[in-house]
């Protein structure tokens, strides 16, 4: 079965910091991924997607991903928080070739930014 | 600021009242989705339309019956809910198919309350 794991409910971090959001996912193939923010009472904001090449991908606000085929994972990272980064963040995969609407999303984390 | 405009923001209504959501997107694309999200959760796939046709529906109740009159707006027509169907009801549409399917663009929710 395909599945995407955030393994962390919620991430404290203090402004300054660099921060990590994990993501792994169960996935055949060479899948797409993607991270979104929910910031409270909005909708999902795409943030950065990884098809190909460069293990690094570089979003939106300063956010980048890290690509890592063998442990397939993909984390979410930023060198230094801001208090207005804290927000839910979803990882989300899409199988190379799946029908439209087949983007598995994780469960969330909560990215609390403490000033 | 999002280009995908949902209406109303917030709805509440009773097990017997019939609502519509709407949903509007200029940006040309041709792909419109219906998602539901209870708090702290992932959304879940309700409907995808493609090029204005139904090509997904996630076995969702027939309480919700989803229309697109046209490539720019999306509808969701409410009747008979019960209160589990209190939720955020999340509008996206994306470009097209393979990786541009993952890149959704969402408006900012309905967030509805059955009685």
């Known amino acids: 079965a395909q599945s995407v794991a955030q393994p962390e409910d919620q991430v404290n971090v203090a402004e300054g910091n660099p921060l990590t959001v994990k993501c792994t996912y169960s996935?055949?193939?060479?899948?797409?991924l993607f991270w979104y923010v929910q910031y409270p009472n909005r909708g999902l904001q795409f943030l950065l997607k990884y098809i190909t090449g460069d293990n690094l991908v570089k979003g939106s606000y300063g956010f980048e991903a890290e690509f890592n085929k063998s442990q397939t994972s993909f984390h979410l990272k930023k060198p230094s928080a801001l208090v207005s980064d804290s927000a839910l963040y979803f990882c989300?995969?899409?199988?190379?070739?799946?029908?439209?609407?087949?983007?598995?999303f994780g469960k969330g984390t909560k990215l609390s930014v403490k000033p | 600021d999002t280009e995908v405009t949902q209406t109303p923001k917030h709805l509440v209504m009773g097990m017997t009242n019939k609502k519509s959501l709407k949903c509007e997107q200029h940006?040309?694309?041709?792909?419109m989705y219906w998602y539901k999200q209870k708090a702290k959760k992932p959304p879940e796939l309700m409907f995808v339309y493609s090029y204005e046709k139904l090509s997904i529906n996630e076995s969702v109740p027939s309480r919700f019956s989803p229309e697109c009159p046209n490539s720019s707006l999306l509808n969701l027509h409410l009747h008979a809910l019960q209160p589990e169907d209190s939720a955020l009801y999340l509008c996206a549409s994306s470009r097209g198919q393979g990786v541009e399917a993952g890149e959704l663009f969402f408006g900012e929710g309905s967030r509805l309350t059955v009685l």
């Open positions: 940006m040309g694309h041709r792909a």
């Open positions: 996935v055949s193939g060479n899948p797409y």
């Open positions: 989300a995969v899409r199988r190379r070739g799946g029908s439209q609407g087949n983007l598995i």
